[in-house]
């Protein structure tokens, strides 16, 4: 008995089809791989891996051979909009499934960027990062919630390389989202966003 989809196409096939897809956008050994073949298979959504990719960077080899003790770090662009919850829903449905599908420890790692010059985000910092465990508490997973001030696309890098971070989510559609092409030149991993 061959499992079929919603669509009709074999399961086999599908599953085959989104492997291949993903070797071509995302290049080297990473947990982003197969944790984005599952999330399009469980959508029943073919092409989801290449509207979601906005930036691909793979993590360079660590020297040693990735192990059960390595803790998977995700870091969320999070400022209590839509899309950032969004893209806080979407890594935490994919640290759920890397859970299942790994002995690795998987934390996600909300990051809200206040500007200095503006007190009013500043005061709501507290709200927002509360928002964001609040969110986070019906996966039950690991969240850490990080206030930084400065510019967003650095802040973020900078914590996505103090975290040696697998993936950087965040609430843009597009490659050509300003926030995207800031994060290019100094993100030390892969950005996904919303698929359109």
């Known amino acids: 008995m061959q499992l079929r989809s ?22 080297g050994k990473s947990v982003l791989k197969p944790m984005l073949m599952r999330l399009e298979t469980a959508l029943g959504s073919e092409g989801l891996t290449q509207r979601m990719v906005l930036l691909s960077k793979p993590r360079p080899p660590q020297g040693n051979d990735e192990t059960a003790e390595q803790t998977i770090n995700f870091v969320v662009g999070y400022s209590g909009s839509a899309s950032s919850q969004g893209a806080l829903d979407i890594a935490l449905w994919m640290a759920h499934q890397t859970r299942l599908a790994k002995p690795n420890p998987v934390v996600v ?29 019906e996966w039950r997973g690991s969240l850490n919630a990080h206030l930084r001030i400065g510019q967003v696309a650095t802040e973020l890098s900078e914590v996505a390389k103090e975290l040696q971070a697998e993936v950087v989510l965040v609430g843009c559609q597009s490659a050509t989202h300003k926030l995207v092409q800031q994060l290019a030149p100094q993100i030390p991993c892969s950005v996904l966003g919303l698929p359109k």
């Open 109 to 137: 790692h909300v990051v809200y960027v206040v500007d200095k010059t503006k007190p009013k985000t500043i005061a709501n910092a507290d709200r927002i990062l509360w928002q964001a465990r609040c969110l986070a508490s």
């Open 6 to 27: 919603q669509s009709g196409a074999p399961v086999r096939q599908r599953r085959q089809k989104a492997r291949s897809v993903q070797s071509s956008v995302c290049e």
